[in-house]
């Protein structure tokens, strides 16, 4: 099974839950997650995983805050098969940078 090293994506929070990444049909992957508060507040973020066809579940508590200028690195990697999504929102929209990177398998 080859093994690819790269970025999976990024992006801005919506204020809505919305998908940040979904893992491609055939192909399973491991991500890492960096969130970046630009704002000059104070913002609350949330993040969830989703099996495919499942529920979203929580990856951080809900509504974890992020001060001005500062990041949040999850220190857990997340193993997502085919079709499983990451998906985030905050309460400042366009005011958090999101960064996945990580192995995709093939």
Known sequence: ???????????????????LYTA????????????????????????????SGGTSRRLIPKDTTLPASNSLVMDDLVTLEAADIIEGATTTGSKVDFVINGVQKA
């Open 24 to 51: 491609p049909a055939d192909k399973q992957a491991k991500a890492k997650i960096k969130l970046v508060n630009t704002a000059s507040g104070v913002v609350t973020v949330n993040l969830y995983f989703k099996a």
């Open 1 to 19: 099974m080859t093994q690819f090293i790269k970025s999976l994506a990024d992006g801005q929070l919506a204020t809505t839950k919305g998908t």
